[in-house]
């Protein structure tokens, strides 16, 4: 995939206008080749002719890495000079992908370095190939969180992020047998060249032991957490570049580690396993993204990493906030802290026990402080991704936080009931402790009392959110919700990812459009261009050829370019129905074997996904799907049809993937989806969406309007409308021959010959009780699939509707949801900063 890109904004640096060293800060390709032969020299110790292609990506990379630490330090002294407020992100996930492509993009360098690595011998893009993607993230939360990161510093803002250096990411994924296995991701095998460790500003972190209260010299009650044990959090730290400027911006990721490597008595006695146990289990809390907590150990595991990243997390920003403060009266007017998500939750009660513990801050102050500090996003409208934790695990291993917990929730519950006397029933579903056989913390309460600020990623998704799942606290707190919906960023998913749509776009209306994406609107005059689209559709054709190259390489699978390319690629979940997609090819294989003029044109169905480990369902649709592949493709040249699942899914193929598609699968039950990024992703690179009224695809629809979109399924009320009449889906089986048909076929092995009752709990799941209503919505997705096929067919109207797509995709820059978010709820400026 070459990626020669439009000229950034940033100029060439030489040592004469910066008086710095230019091999170490010069953008220029005399400089770069000089500064990439010294660092194979010094700091791969080796000659250039006996180099090796990784020493040279490293070379390349510690290269480009010196350019942005020169800006990376000036950008930390600008923002301690002024003593700046500054946004703090805490997330779990960070998908951040490959970087030496996004850094050469944003430093403006990517032509100079391609010229020096020629002038090496070595070819750019094939270094660029050899960078692991560092899957710190399982979907969309982790991608959205990188995303802010680079518009955070693009635009200029003070901000951080904070999340975990997991050694394991998330897991490779392998297709043996049509099955999902997992492997370990060792993405740090080979080092990574991007981060700076830091062990000077490491944070010891503690959990068990109990809280003793005593009366303090105030004579107020003061407790003290003692008898933990202490794990130690080291900071590893990447610089985070933005786009035609000055800003680094930093990452911080937190690795575990023991406080004592191991117990030299017991080595020494011969003790070999004991003498390192207290290491193993301290350094396991940073070692795989997501442990599987379907079981107690996994349970604490997760409840660990959380309050271990937060714990450091909050040390840290108090610690920068000190440096230049001696209260902490202006504390929330120099901080703001976002929490992405539930999984950092524990924040809250985190900050109150530094304030009120370590402190002494008194407990109305410091409550002060913290609310006006945190702000809250909801990620889900799922009941199960809404954390909540056993109140027997907060007392063993976090015990002076359940007891702030406790305390935070006393005051809120007196405040509802001032509110609205004598309901009982609010108090119990408002309360943050949620009673039953086992006692539950629920973290989404915990966030929303503990915030200023509660929004959701999308309009409908925030409106289901006031209306369905938080319902009495947007009623007490109405001030304090809001909406932000999602964005992507232009730099990686259009200028990096598609540099020949890049190009142009850029030829046709300048390059403004990299850091204004609203600036794509002037392409809408262009669809009526005869030469324009024929230009956009030929850019679409190479990228599907360029695609099928790399999938037949990596497949063994030779795709049909001028198919339809429809394409759903998203984390594996049954809410997100890639079982409705896989039934309809069923139904369409069925009908295209009796007569192969059904097929109005022909299609390629791409597939990519990771199902979380312990979920079976999930694993049983991978391995339907390539069930299906195996037959449809077995007679592709009579159907025209072909479905692959492209394994191991993941940003460095979504940025080959997008680019190709034709169409967006986004087919979610409505209601379920918060937002969903990658439809923004697909839009902004002229593919048409398929989808329900579900996450931003409603503000999608209303951005290109109906004719541009392809509308199906029930609606967020209508679906509930229909499980509260009783929805019954054999019904939908019987009235239904094509369903029926399918799923018949399905259930009878003809896709499992090694086990012909494979798929029968999939078949029986939708007609006993089919939660996400997949059989409801089939007739009304299959027509509108129908309506696909033939408007492909009208490739002059297909192409207009396709550049509609990317002219009104400017609304769903990460850059304009970052604004908002500093604007309105972070009220941090932007600080430029100089040369």
């Known amino acids: ?433 949620e009673e039953g056989p086992e006692k539950k913390i629920r973290m989404a309460h915990l966030a929303v009392v503990g915030s200023h600020s509660i929004n959701g990623v999308a309009e409908l998704h925030t409106n289901l959110l006031r209306r369905d799942v938080l319902p009495e606290f947007a009623e007490m707190y109405p001030e304090r919700f809001n909406n932000k919906t999602n964005g992507v960023t232009p730099r990686r998913w259009l200028l990096w990812s598609n540099p020949r749509l890049s190009q142009l776009i850029t030829r046709n209306i300048g390059d403004g459009w990299t850091t204004n994406l609203d600036k794509l609107r002037e392409l809408e005059p262009l669809a009526q261009n005869a030469s324009f689209r024929e230009a956009f559709a030929q850019v679409k054709r190479q990228n599907k050829q360029d695609l099928s190259q790399h999938l037949s390489q990596l497949c063994g699978v030779n795709l049909n370019p001028d198919a339809i390319f429809d394409v759903q690629i998203k984390r594996l979940h049954e809410y997100k129905r890639q079982l409705l997609d896989a039934i309809h090819i069923v139904s369409l294989w069925m009908k295209a074997r009796r007569d192969p003029s059904t097929i109005v044109a022909p299609r390629v169905f791409l597939f990519g996904a990771k199902a979380a480990p312990g979920y079976v369902q999930a694993k049983l649709i991978i391995r339907l799907i390539n069930g299906i592949a195996e037959v449809v493709n077995s007679d592709a040249g009579t159907t025209g049809l072909q479905v692959l699942f492209i394994p191991n899914y993941r940003v460095s193929l979504a940025e080959r993937i997008i680019p190709a598609a034709d169409v967006s699968e986004q087919i979610s039950t409505a209601g379920w989806e918060a937002s969903g990024t990658g439809n923004m992703k697909f839009m902004l690179n002229g593919a048409l969406t398929l989808g329900t009224l579900d996450g931003a695809n409603v503000e999608i629809r209303q951005a290109v309007g109906d004719d541009n979109f392809f509308l199906f399924g029930l609606t967020a009320d209508e679906v509930i409308a229909r499980k509260r009449a009783g929805y019954r889906p054999r019904e939908e089986y019987e009235k239904n021959q094509d369903l029926r048909e399918a799923l018949e076929l399905i259930s009878s092995g003809f896709f499992s010959p090694e086990d012909r009752h494979l798929f029968k709990p999939l078949i029986d799941g939708l007609l006993e009780e089919d939660r996400y209503l997949v059989l409801a919505d089939f007739a009304a997705y299959a027509a509108r699939q129908r309506d696909v096929a033939h408007a492909y067919k009208d490739t002059e109207r297909w192409t207009r509707m396709a550049i509609h797509n990317v002219a009104h995709a400017g609304i769903f820059s990460s850059d304009r949801t970052i604004t908002q978010y500093a604007e309105e709820i972070w009220r941090v400026k932007r600080i430029p900063v100089g040369p």
């Open 1 to 433: 995939m070459s990626h020669r890109v439009p000229a950034t904004a940033v100029p060439p640096t030489s040592e004469s206008d910066t008086g710095r060293e230019p091999s170490r800060t010069g953008l220029d390709a005399p400089n770069v080749h000089r500064g990439v032969r010294e660092h194979v020299r010094y700091s791969r110790g080796k000659n250039p002719e006996n180099a090796t292609p990784h020493d040279q990506f490293m070379a390349l990379a510690l290269a480009v890495r010196d350019r942005l630490t020169d800006r990376w330090v000036r950008t930390a002294r600008t923002y301690y000079e002024q003593d700046v407020k500054r946004a703090y992100y805490l997330s779990a996930e960070y998908l951040l992908g490959r970087a030496l492509g996004n850094n050469l993009i944003n430093l403006g360098m990517y032509e100079a370095a391609e010229q020096a690595m020629r002038e090496l011998g070595v070819d750019l893009s094939a270094l660029v190939e050899m960078e692991p993607d560092a899957g710190l993230g399982n979907g969309g939360l982790g991608r959205l969180a990188a995303c802010f990161l680079d518009s955070l510093a693009t635009l200029g803002y003070p901000g951080m992020g904070y999340g975990i250096r997991y050694e394991f990411g998330i897991f490779t994924q392998d297709i043996i047998d049509g099955y999902q296995v997992e492997r370990a991701d060792e993405w740090l095998k080979f080092g990574n060249p991007w981060e700076i460790v830091r062990p000077e500003k490491a944070v010891p972190v503690r959990f068990y032991g109990r809280v003793e209260h005593h009366q303090g010299p105030d004579g107020k009650t003061q407790a003290r957490w003692v008898g933990a044990k202490t794990v130690i959090g080291v900071p590893y730290d990447t610089p985070i570049a933005g786009y035609g400027n000055q800003t680094v911006n930093t990452l911080r990721l937190w690795q575990a580690r023991a406080s004592e490597e191991f117990d030299l008595k017991l080595f020494n006695a011969g003790d070999y396993e004991r003498s390192v146990v207290e290491k193993n289990d301290s350094e396991v809390i940073s070692k795989v993204l997501y442990p599987n907590d379907a079981f107690q150990a996994g349970k604490e595991l997760r409840l660990k990493q959380q309050y271990f990243f937060v714990a450091c997390s909050i040390a840290d920003i108090v610690r920068r906030y000190l440096k230049t403060h001696s209260d902490f009266r202006d504390f929330p007017k120099k901080v703001a802290i976002q929490l992405n998500d539930t999984h950092p939750a524990i924040a809250v009660a985190e900050l109150m026990r530094v304030l009120v513990d370590e402190k002494h801050l008194p407990w109305e102050e410091a409550a002060a402080i913290t609310q006006a500090t945190f702000g809250y996003t909801n990620h889900t409208l799922l009941a199960e991704a809404m954390e909540k934790w056993p109140a027997s695990l907060f007392e063993r291993l976090l015990p002076r936080h359940l007891e702030i917990i406790f305390e935070i929730n006393q005051r809120f519950l007196r405040q509802v009931q001032i509110r609205y006397p004598f309901d009982t029933e609010r108090i119990r579903r408002m309360s943050l402790v």
